[in-house]
């Protein structure tokens, strides 16, 4: 056993058999995946439990390249869950199910002062402020907070403002307080009472809550009325229809007035779209939607738990209901910190039927758009590497991903007409205008190997000296002998280096370079399906430049079979009548039309082709 497998059996021995978190490592001590167990120890032995099979292609990979794990233990299941989100949100571990770019989010901010501020930010600093969001729709976000301050008197200067620098007389009231967009709280011109509830009243707003905002506005405007200032109630007004021109905008979806939140996914791949609707009194506020990375081989319920950890994580605000398109695994511990960080009970549901269920269905037709347009983006940019391209240098170990690659395959029946075929796949997709097919010169009878050097060495030479894209990996369709053809002719072009594998027939066995045995890839491995495809496709191309050149020779043999037809008149005749079929098909006439073919000839000509004898009558002058 190496010392790598010695420290590894090692830490199982020693992993401890209460909840908490593990950390596997690589070599370079970086942290490949972090997880969390009810049971540690029979967690993490199960990575290394028989040959990997179960694991499937992308985990197997990530066992092989463990060399240190981690153990923190927790007093409970929750407080493991809860250490795992903060600790993947630290890390993004590279086999993590993650959120992309949730930095860049935009939150609203709440300052923690006596006179707080309120405005979207994309930087959270934890300095006792309270963040609403994260916000994926910045334009209704926008829309939102343009209403805010219409209906509002919220300050809008960075000042801090205490009881201190009022009685300093530190600050002055500014040209929003002459146009009455604020209250002058730097001059003491309004209670701090008076205005941290109107902040609740804006919080009340973000949240859906509009009912409540329009009733503090209208007690308000009572209030002005009865004091004879009819201009602030008049304010108050236009204030009240502004809050009820925005809630008129938003849908009633249900029959209630319950705040729930209803998820849904749509997953392909690696690739995975989250969407979270937000409902409030009943009424749709919002739609967020996230993009995840690290989905592959996860079970939907994982996916969902993964989400949840890492979405509420970061809100302040969990709704007494949760719909989700299926449960989320350990159903009952996500229940449990949902229930402790919204300080009540909260409901998790997978709606079957009725209203519920028709949100669940409007969620899940957005989330497949969006992942619809994710796929078209990514396809878009230059740096998209397709999953199967990634898988194949998974497989095969490459440093870099074979996102050009040329595949060779070599075809003659008993030693005739031997033609080569090399085709081009870019991104795991067929360049049909990069295909070229090779008449092998200088090589005589049955010899693939001789055939394939000619081959090899024509290509990459006209590579070299016509600077043409070097491919990522070459294939050969063939065993280890094919293979050490092509890598020897390529060093004796001096070629840059590049990775060249043979794949043969029989098992589908893999064979690199200086490597005795050949690699058997899982048969379920997108990187052997697209390395069949291209072997396939470049067998394909062969044998239809095969299949054309030997019709040729035998359509033109059965011209040399004629007597008296010889090297120009057959050229004229192919020339006229472009192939043997048509020729057959044509007239004796015709046939005489050609340049230095009598008509006796023609008869002869038409006679040998068709096989009947013709009995052709001169015209009488």
Not at 145 to 160: G, H
Request: proline share 4%.
């Amino acid at each position: 056993m190496s010392g790598k497998d010695d420290h590894i059996e090692e830490r199982l021995q020693h992993a401890p058999k209460s909840p908490g978190v593990y950390l596997f490592k690589d070599g370079r001590g970086d942290i490949l995946y972090i997880g969390k167990a009810k049971v540690l120890r029979n967690r993490v032995r199960s990575y290394f439990r028989g040959n990997g099979d179960s694991l499937g292609p992308k985990m197997a990979a990530m066992v092989r390249k463990i060399r240190d794990i981690e153990y923190m233990i927790t007093d409970s299941e929750v407080e493991s869950l809860l250490l795992e989100a903060n600790l993947v949100k630290e890390h993004r571990p590279r086999y993590n199910v993650r959120l992309k770019d949730d930095k860049s989010y935009p939150y609203v901010r709440v300052t923690d002062e006596p006179y707080p501020r309120v405005f979207i930010t994309r930087n959270v600093v934890q300095d006792g402020s309270r963040y609403y969001g994260p916000y994926t729709d910045v334009s209704s976000l926008r829309s939102a907070m343009r209403v805010v301050k219409k209906v509002f008197p919220l300050r809008s200067c960075r000042y801090y403002i205490d009881q201190e620098a009022i009685e300093q007389n530190k600050f002055r009231v500014c040209l929003d307080y002459h146009i009455q967009k604020c209250e002058g709280p730097c001059e003491g011109l309004v209670s701090k009472e008076h205005y941290n509830r109107m902040i609740d009243k804006i919080v009340d707003f973000l949240n859906g809550r509009t009912d409540e905002v329009i009733e503090y506005l209208r007690e308000n405007m009572e209030e002005a009325a009865e004091n004879y200032e009819y201009e602030e109630a008049a304010r108050y007004r236009d204030q009240i229809e502004a809050v009820q021109s925005y809630a008129r905008k938003q849908r009633v979806e249900t029959g209630d007035f319950e705040d729930r939140d209803v998820l849904a996914m749509a997953s392909e791949d690696d690739d995975c779209a989250m969407v979270v609707m937000r409902l409030r009194n009943g009424k749709l506020i919002g739609r967020e939607h996230f993009y995840l990375s690290g989905v592959d081989e996860k079970e939907t319920g994982g996916i969902l738990e993964d989400f949840v950890k890492q979405y509420y994580m970061r809100v302040n605000f969990v709704p007494r209901e949760i719909l989700f398109p299926e449960s989320p695994s350990n159903f009952s511990t996500i229940e449990e910190w949902l229930n402790s960080r919204a300080d009540r009970r909260v409901y998790l549901k997978v709606p079957k039927i009725g209203e519920k269920k028709k949100l669940q269905r409007l969620a899940e037709k957005n989330a497949n758009h969006l992942l619809d347009e994710l796929h078209l983006q990514k396809k878009k940019r230059a740096d998209y590497i397709p999953k199967t391209v990634s898988a194949l240098q998974e497989d095969l170990q490459m440093e870099v991903p074979p996102r050009r690659v040329e595949a060779f395959d070599i075809s003659h029946i008993g030693g005739t007409n031997t033609v080569a075929s090399m085709v081009c796949f870019i991104d795991g997709q067929p360049r049909k205008n990069e295909y070229r097919r090779f008449k092998i010169k200088t090589v005589e009878g049955n010899d693939d190997f001789a055939s394939l050097r000619e081959v090899i060495q024509r290509r990459y030479r006209r590579v070299m000296e016509e600077k043409i894209p070097v491919p990522d990996l070459i294939l050969i369709d063939g065993g280890k002998g094919q293979l050490n053809v092509a890598v020897e002719v390529l060093n004796e072009l001096d070629f840059p280096p590049v990775e060249v594998i043979g794949l043969a027939k029989r098992l589908e066995e893999v064979y690199i370079p200086q490597q005795s045995e050949p690699l058997f890839l899982a048969k379920s491995s997108p990187g052997l399906v697209l390395l069949q495809r291209i072997r396939d496709e470049a067998h394909r191309f062969a044998l239809d430049y095969h299949r054309k050149l030997r019709g040729k020779s035998m359509e033109v043999s059965s011209l040399d079979e004629i007597e008296g037809v010889g090297k120009i008149r057959k050229q004229r005749l192919l020339q006229r009548f472009r192939s043997v079929k048509r020729l057959k098909e044509a007239s004796i006439t015709e046939i005489a039309e050609v340049r230095g073919i009598s008509e006796n000839m023609a008869v002869k000509i038409k006679q040998q082709l068709t096989g009947e004898e013709i009995v052709h009558q001169e015209n009488e002058t």
